[in-house]
Structure formats: C-alpha cells, structure tokens
T-cell receptor
Framework: DSGVTQTPKHLITATGQRVTLRCSPR?????VYWYQQSLDQGLQFLIQ???????AKGNILERFSAQQFPDLHSELNLSSLELGDSALYFC????????????FGSGTQLSVL | EDKVVQSPLSLVVHEGDTVTLNCSYE??????LLWYKQEKKAPTFLFML????IEKKSGRLSSILDKKELFSILNITATQTGDSAIYLC????????????FGTGTRLKVLA
C-alpha cells in the first residue's frame, strides 16, 4: 500500500457527462500529480499541484480541471466526456525534495460509454 | 520535445532467464531517472538513478545509468513468474517544472 488513496476505483458514465476523481496523498506529501494511462499512450502527465498551487501542466485538455485543497487532497474534474477519455487515471504524491520519487494510488478506471 | 523510449515493448521468457530492459531518453537538463514496476494497477517504485556508472541493486534486480549515452538498463536475473509486469521508466528534467516523463513501458511475461 503506497499510502495514496484514490476514489472511486471504477467509474462508468456516458458521453457528455462530468465526473470528479478524488485523491488523498500520503501523509506529509505536499505534491500531487495526475496521470492518464491508456493502452497506446502509456502514462501521460496531466497536472501537478504543490501545497495548493499549480506547479506544472502537461497535456491536459481544457475540458479537464483540477485543484488541491487546503487539506492537500486533490480532485480532477473531467467534463463533456468523450469515448476517448476512457482510461486509467492515476494520482501520485511526493515530498518536494531534490530527487523525490513518486508514490502512486491504485487509480480510477474510467469507462465512457 | 522531451521523450523517453523503452525497448522492447514486450518480452516473454521462461523462469530462470535473465532479461535486460532498455530505456533511452532525451530531456532538457536531466535530473533523475526512475524505474517502476506495474503489476495490476499502481506502479511501484524500484530505483532512482542520478549518477552515471553507479549500479543500484535490489535482490535480483539491478539498474545502471549512462548519462553520456542517455540510457539506462534494468536487469532481472533468475526471473520468476512474479516478475511478470509492465516495467516503466521515467525521467525528470530540470526545465523549471516537476513533470515526470514516462516511457510506454516494457511488458514482461515470465512463464513457469
């Protein structure tokens, strides 16, 4: 167990809908990262927050947004869902150290039908 | 554009074999390279490498980095069925962000 908690584990929804994925980082970790993993794309970086502030942005669609709250948990909001958004969404956390490693949650499997 | 390329994409071996997984990278101002093992869902950390030529070892697994040639290898000796997984390589550039760039992974299957 990495100590990173993601909910829900599975999500099935329809095109056009909006969903929220939740992540609680490891105790003491200030950084939260969101990644999308699909079969042909591997792990794609979406966005990173540190202590409530956005620190880095990857290939995140405009339909997607995220935030990190004062208690350090993070939410990833996906709206106007399309079939191609079906993927495994991971949250990871780290201590913001010089050479920190990432601790991943078990992911949320999103299926858009 | 920063990128990480892993090879082979997949590999099938028998128990007891030794395997070598490759990771090459092109990143701006390289900082570190990490290896992860992904069995079912969550990738789990294996190694972090920052310096060339220093081998990291953990049991039957070992890894080394070559910063001149921009690659790393992950060796697994005396493979077991429990080594079956996707092995991911990631790098972190020092381009002002904390973005990790992952390769697509090598899918290893070890047959009994």
């Amino acid at each position: 167990d990495s100590g990173v908690t993601q909910t829900p584990k599975h999500l099935i929804t329809a095109t056009g809908q909006r969903v929220t994925l939740r992540c609680s980082p490891r105790s003491g970790d200030l950084s939260v990262y969101w990644y999308q993993q699909s079969l042909d794309q591997g792990l794609q970086f979406l966005i990173q927050y540190y202590n409530g502030e956005e620190r880095a942005k990857g290939n995140i669609l405009e339909r997607f947004s995220a935030q990190q709250f004062p208690d350090l948990h993070s939410e990833l909001n996906l709206s106007s869902l399309e079939l191609g958004d079906s993927a495994l969404y991971f949250c990871a956390s780290s201590e913001l150290d010089f050479n920190e490693k990432l601790f991943f949650g078990s992911g949320t499997q999103l299926s858009v039908l | 554009e920063d990128k990480v390329v892993q090879s082979p994409l997949s590999l099938v071996v028998h128990e007891g074999d030794t395997v070598t997984l490759n990771c090459s990278y092109e990143v701006t101002n390289f900082r570190s390279l990490l290896w992860y093992k992904q069995e079912k869902k969550a990738p789990t950390f294996l190694f972090m490498l920052t310096s060339s030529g220093i081998e990291k070892k953990s049991g039957r697994l070992s890894s080394i980095l070559d910063k001149k040639e921009l690659f790393s290898i992950l060796n697994i000796t005396a493979t077991q069925t429990g080594d079956s997984a996707i092995y991911l390589c990631a790098t972190r550039p020092t381009s002002g962000t904390y973005k990790y760039i992952f390769g697509t992974g090598t899918r290893l299957k070890v047959l009994a």
